[in-house]
């Protein structure tokens, strides 16, 4: 029987790419209004000043994005979930029933059915904590965008001064830094998607019993080439490539597609 693709929530990540590069275009908007009138013969005075402004405009800006993020895996995780139970009955020909899914404030408590070994309601008690540590990590990683391109912008202005430049030259730098700031914006609304997509499949795959997996790509042009070496190769969930389980690189888009031998779903001819 052909196994069936496991698909990668793009949705989600494009709803989360969006929601933080808009924030990341407006705090830069914030940049340019608050340095267009300094002074930079007194810019030290204009400076304490206006970083003091800008961190409170960046708290500002992100925190919504922020406030979404146990949406977003919440929606993660109810996509894989949905892959995951596709994923199962055509390769076993099992029914098995939702996850409880008892996180970010939502309740579902499917119809009770005994699936072999498995948990009839699926409770997954790990998938709170799981939640909670990628909320932190995402956190964490979007309040380092404003506080990075702040000290980069403190940089830029005391070395401009220091050597001399003209207030357009040092306008000039600050703002090529914008691209570099948008750029990392996407990268990780992307990978961290990718990465807990990754995390929910191997937990999953683990409560079923499942210790190996064939290693399956989206093969087109944006693969890594090593990736595409791995296409179809068999690894164990206990021992990663090099660089990581399917959908744990950066900006991976591969998946596991679970070898059910010595599974619960693995009940011989």
């Not at 940089?155 to 207030?167: D, L, P």
């Not at 691209?179 to 990465?195: C, M, P, S």
Request: aromatic share 10%.
């Amino acid at each position: 029987m052909m196994a069936r693709v496991w698909l990668h929530p793009y949705g989600i990540e494009r709803d989360y790419t969006n929601s933080l590069v808009r924030a990341t275009r407006q705090f830069n908007k914030e940049i340019n209004s608050s340095y267009g009138d300094m002074r930079f013969d007194g810019w030290q005075d204009d400076l304490i000043g206006i970083l003091a402004y800008l961190r409170n405009a960046g708290n500002r800006i992100f925190q919504p994005v922020i406030e979404r993020l146990p949406s977003f895996f919440s929606l993660t995780s109810q996509f894989n979930d949905k892959q995951w139970r596709l994923i199962v009955k055509v390769g076993t020909g099992v029914e098995l029933p939702p996850s409880q899914a008892i996180i970010a404030g939502q309740t579902t408590v499917p119809v009770s059915s005994g699936v072999l070994g498995v948990d009839a309601y699926r409770a997954e008690s790990w998938l709170r904590e799981m939640q909670e540590l990628w909320v932190s990590e995402n956190t964490r990683l979007i309040k380092s965008i404003p506080a990075d391109e702040l000290s980069d912008m403190e940089g830029i202005i005391q070395r401009g001064v220091m050597n001399g430049s003209s207030a357009d030259t040092i306008k000039k730098q600050i703002q090529e830094r914008y691209g570099v700031t948008e750029r990392r914006a996407k990268l990780i609304a992307v990978d961290q998607i990718g990465k807990a997509n990754s995390a929910l499949t191997k937990q999953r795959q683990a409560d079923a019993g499942v210790t190996r997996y064939k290693w399956r790509g989206v093969l087109d042009e944006r693969e890594r080439q090593v990736h595409l070496f791995r296409e179809g190769e068999s690894y164990e969930w206990s021992n990663p490539p090099p660089d990581g389980h399917p959908g744990q690189p950066i900006r991976c888009r591969c998946y596991a597609e679970p070898d059910w031998t010595g599974s619960v779903f693995d009940i011989g001819e």
